[in-house]
C-alpha cells in the first residue's frame, strides 16, 4: 500500500504509524501532521528512515491534492484532529477548521481520485450522553454531540457518510471508545492525574468523579484500524451501515474515581490529592458501544486494564510532557 495517515505525530497516529512500519514494511508511508501542540515528532524517530514527513494541514488543497498524486498514494488513515473537549468550549473554530473544513478537503481529494480509500477515525462521543443503563450505541444509532469536538466530528462523520452516496467515494469511518497510553498530550484525562500526582499537586477530578468510561489501550485501538482497512469494506455492503461504519470499544467501563485510584495504587501515592473540581459544562455521564461488527473481523482487545495502565504510567515517570491542565 502507499498510504497517507494524517496526524501521524499526535497520540493513536504516532502508535499506528510505529506499528504499520513494523508490521508491514514493505508498505510506503507519508506522514501528513500540521504538528499542533498535541503532536510530537520524535515520536516517529524509530521509523524515521522508513517513511515521508511532511508538516502541513490536511484542509490546505494545494498540499493534500500534490501530495496524493506525487506520493501516488492508494489509502488515507485519517487521525488528524483538533481532540481536546475543553478547548473546543472555550474556541470551536479550530475543531471546525480541522474536524469539519479538514475533512472535507480529504473527501475533495478523493472525490478527485476515486481509486483512493479513505478511512476516517471518529469517536464514540458522536452519539452523545448513553446514560446509566442506556443500551450501547450501535453504528445505526442517531448522533447526539454533548460539545463542540464531538459536533464537529459528527459533522465529519456526515460529510463522508453523504459523499459516499453522493460522490460513490470508497469510505469507512471508525467510532472507537477512550483510548489511553503513551505519547497522549498533557491536558488528556490519565496523563493529567499522572503528572499531578508525580509532582504531588492536587488531582482535579471533574463532578463527583463518577462518570465512566470505557478505556482502550492505544495499541488494540491500532489493532482494530488495522483489522478494518484489511478488509473490503469499500464494497461490503450497499447498506452504508452495515459495511462502513465500525464501532470500537473494550467493553471494559470504569468510573473516573476508579481510574485515578488505580494510578494512585500504581504509584504509590495518596488518595488525599484528589481534589473535586466543578463539573465541565454538558459532561457526558457515560459511553457505551456495540462493537459486535469489529469483533466479528476477528478482533478483540489484547491489553488488560491494569496492565496498559502500568505501561503507561512508567512512560510518563520517563517522559515528562509540557502541561496545561492541572
Ligand atoms: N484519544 C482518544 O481517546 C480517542 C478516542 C476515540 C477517537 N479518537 C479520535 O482519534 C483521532 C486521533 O486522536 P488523538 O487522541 O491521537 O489526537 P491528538 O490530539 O493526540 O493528535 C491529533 C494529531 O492531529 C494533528 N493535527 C491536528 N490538526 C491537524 C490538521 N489540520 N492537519 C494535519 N494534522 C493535524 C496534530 O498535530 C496531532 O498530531 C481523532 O480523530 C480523535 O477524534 C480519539
Not at 478537503?105 to 443503563?133: K, M, W
Not at 463522508?160 to 467510532?175: E, K, L
Not at 508525580?198 to 462518570?211: E, Q, S, T
Not at 489493532?223 to 455492503?237: G, N, P, Y
Request: charged fraction near 20%.
Amino acid at each position: 500500500m502507499n498510504l497517507l495517515v494524517t496526524g501521524g505525530a499526535g497520540f493513536i497516529g504516532s502508535h499506528f504509524v510505529l506499528r504499520h512500519c513494523a508490521q508491514f514494511p514493505k508498505d510506503r508511508l507519508v506522514v501528513l501532521d500540521k504538528l499542533t501542540y498535541a503532536a510530537d515528532r520524535h515520536f516517529l524517530d524509530p521509523v524515521k528512515d522508513q517513511i515521508t514527513f511532511i508538516e502541513g494541514d490536511i484542509a490546505d488543497q494545494t498540499i493534500v491534492f500534490n501530495l496524493l498524486q506525487e506520493k501516488k498514494i492508494d489509502t488515507i488513515v485519517d487521525f488528524a484532529a483538533e481532540t481536546h473537549v475543553d478547548n473546543s468550549i472555550s474556541d470551536p473554530g479550530p475543531f471546525l477548521q480541522t474536524n469539519v473544513l479538514g475533512v472535507q478537503n480529504l473527501i475533495n481529494a478523493c472525490r478527485a481520485r476515486p481509486q483512493i480509500r479513505f478511512l476516517h477515525i471518529s469517536t464514540d462521543e458522536v452519539y452523545g450522553d448513553v446514560g446509566e443503563g442506556g443500551r450501547p450505541r450501535t453504528v445505526g444509532d442517531p448522533l447526539v454531540p454533548s460539545s463542540p469536538y464531538a459536533a464537529s466530528k459528527a459533522a465529519g462523520d456526515l460529510l463522508i457518510i453523504a459523499a459516499m452516496r453522493t460522490y460513490g467515494i470508497h469510505a469507512a469511518i471508525t467510532r472507537c471508545t477512550n483510548n489511553y497510553g503513551p505519547h497522549q498530550a498533557a491536558e488528556k484525562f490519565i496523563p493529567t492525574i499522572i503528572r499531578s500526582a508525580l509532582a504531588d499537586k492536587p488531582i482535579p477530578v471533574y463532578g463527583n468523579g463518577r462518570n465512566k468510561r470505557d478505556w482502550l489501550f492505544v495499541t488494540d485501538h491500532c489493532d482494530a484500524v488495522e483489522k478494518i482497512l484489511s478488509t473490503d469494506w469499500a464494497f461490503a455492503d450497499a447498506a452504508i451501515h452495515s459495511g462502513h461504519l465500525f464501532n470500537i470499544s473494550a467493553d471494559d467501563e470504569r468510573e473516573n474515581l476508579a481510574v485515578v485510584r488505580a494510578i494512585l495504587e500504581v504509584l504509590g501515592k495518596p488518595e488525599s490529592l484528589i481534589s473535586f473540581v466543578p463539573d465541565r459544562p454538558g459532561h457526558d455521564w457515560r459511553y457505551a458501544l456495540d462493537s459486535s461488527a469489529t469483533r466479528a473481523l476477528g478482533w478483540a482487545p489484547k491489553v488488560p486494564f491494569e496492565k496498559g495502565l502500568e505501561e503507561t504510567v512508567q512512560w510518563y515517570r520517563s517522559h515528562v510532557r509540557s502541561s496545561s491542565s492541572t
